[in-house]
């Protein structure tokens, strides 16, 4: 019973560089989600899916690229690590965009220097 | 546009103590609510949740009550225990869809 997964759970990137966090689920969930979690901000939305082939913009899109090719897959790429980038991130999963519980990954811890 | 706004942390509690965090929320129509858990080191979990108005939500000792009238989710237990130790969020749904929406987090110690 995998759940969300997501790999890797750490992460040291450099300035400029550039990396896919993964994430993937078993549940035949429509939705799909990438937060990032920052002290004293709680969890703010990178970007959405709410199906495959279908990405949309959450509050923090910016240096951040998804797309959704498959159901289970939602890959989050960062173009050019910046420091502002050091976070945590969380990738989520739903059956449906509406009134249904989110099943969270382990998430990423990312450092870069 | 919806917001979560809970309690700031941290919150520092005996065990067997009572724990209340408030949970206040602002968005059009009925969202769902949701309480989730985050221990050290892990995702988050959902604790409990409420999808209309006075549902109770409870889980392992934890409840909340949807209170459409004053627009809170405050989760409450009766005698908290060292291993409820970890951070909580408070978060709405919309009922058209569409993101989770968290409160900030509300720290939680609780000390033998």
């Known amino acids: 019973n995998a759940g969300v997964t997501q790999t890797p759970k750490f992460q040291v990137l450099k300035t400029g560089q550039s990396m896919t966090l993964q994430c993937a689920q078993d549940m035949n969930h429509e939705y799909m989600s990438w937060y990032r979690q920052d002290p004293g901000m709680g969890l703010r939305l990178i970007h959405y899916?709410?199906?495959?082939?279908?990405?949309d913009q959450g509050e923090v899109p910016n240096g951040y690229n998804v797309s959704r090719s498959t159901t289970e897959d939602f890959p989050l790429r960062l173009l050019s690590a910046a420091p502002s980038q050091t976070s945590v991130y969380f990738c989520a999963s739903s059956l449906r965009a509406s009134n249904t519980e989110a099943f969270f990954g382990q998430g990423t811890r990312l450092t870069v220097v | 546009g919806d917001s979560v706004t809970q309690m700031e942390g941290p919150v520092t509690l005996s065990e067997e103590a009572f724990l209340t965090i408030n949970c206040t929320y602002t968005?059009?129509?009925?969202?769902?609510l949701f309480w989730y858990v985050q221990y050290p080191g892990e995702g988050l979990q959902l604790l409990l949740k409420?999808?209309?108005?006075?549902d109770k939500g409870s889980n392992k000792g934890f409840e909340a009550t949807y209170r459409k009238e004053t627009t809170s989710f405050h989760l409450e237990k009766g005698s908290v225990q060292v291993s409820d130790s970890a951070v909580y969020f408070c978060a709405l749904r919309p009922n058209q869809g569409g993101k989770l929406i968290f409160g900030q987090g509300t720290e939680l110690s609780v000390k033998p």
């Open positions: 899916s709410v199906g495959a082939g279908i990405t």
């Open positions: 409420a999808t209309k108005a006075d």
């Open positions: 968005a059009t129509g009925y969202p769902s």
